[in-house]
Nanobody
Framework: QVQLVESGGGLVQPGGSLRLSCAASGFTFSSSAMHWLRRTPGKGLEWVSVITADGLSTRYSNSVSGRFTISRDNAKNTLYLQMNNLKPEDTAVYYC?????????WGQGTQVTVSS
């Protein structure tokens, strides 16, 4: 079955960095575009970034553009999100997401807290 497992979250000070990972299994990872989204109590679910299956094209929300970098390693079936210059408003639960055979799949999420 499809599994997405996020890791790498934690507590970081403003201006700091974190790297999130998403380990994928149960589907052909190298054929699937992948997304990162985040959920906050105030804003709800927010789309963050997408990367094409081949990793050659990426897009970002305005709120993270220039600070976050999405990448993937298709040999390791792993998606990444490098987050730099973190701000308190980046505090959220971060999820990776894939559509597999027209069905949406999510991981359990990883908490990122940006606070001094």
């Amino acid at each position: 079955q499809v599994q997405l497992v996020e890791s790498g979250g934690g507590l970081v000070q403003p201006g700091g960095s974190l790297r999130l990972s998403c380990a994928a299994s149960g589907f052909t990872f190298s054929s699937s575009a992948m997304h990162w989204l985040r959920r906050t109590p105030g804003k709800g679910l927010e789309w963050v970034s997408v990367i094409t299956a081949d990793g050659l094209s990426t897009r970002y929300s305005n709120s993270v553009s220039g600070r976050f970098t999405i990448s993937r390693d298709n040999a390791k079936n792993t998606l990444y999100l490098q987050m730099n210059n973190l701000k308190p408003e980046d505090t959220a639960v971060y999820y990776c997401h894939a559509n597999v055979n027209y069905s949406p799949y999510w991981g359990q999420g990883t908490q990122v807290t940006v606070s001094s």
